[in-house]
């Protein structure tokens, strides 16, 4: 399994973002697929599932982030809105597989003016 993840930056306050997350390795249709993030001291938090029951959200990013995926391309998004400088963080992409537990490698986001 590998997950590489892209689209990250610096962006100013209000701006957006799309992250992308290219999958590999199993049959990615099959399987939903998680974005977390980890701020600077802070633990790494769950930001959003899509899954065949639907997409769900942290409270935080609820109305300003949407999860999809093009299981074509065997890639996940995560478009970004409204961002917030409290967004700041390095985001992962993630999925379980039988019994592993696999993240891509993070990228960088950043808000700031």
């Known amino acids: 399994v590998q997950l590489v993840e892209s689209g990250g930056g610096l962006v100013q306050p209000g701006g957006s973002l799309r992250l992308s997350c290219a999958a590999s390795g199993f049959t990615f249709s099959n399987y939903a697929m998680n974005w977390y993030r980890q701020a600077p001291g802070k633990e790494r938090e769950l930001v959003a599932t899509?899954?065949?029951?639907?997409?769900t959200y942290t409270d935080s990013v609820k109305g300003r982030f949407t999860i999809s995926r093009d299981d074509v391309k065997n890639t996940v998004f995560l478009e970004m809105n409204s961002l917030k400088p409290e967004d700041t963080a390095v985001y992962y992409c993630?999925?379980?597989?039988?019994?592993?537990?696999?993240w891509g490698q993070g990228t960088q986001v950043t808000v700031s003016s």
């Open positions: 993630n999925t379980h597989v039988g019994l592993g537990r696999y």
């Open positions: 899509i899954s065949s029951f639907g997409q």
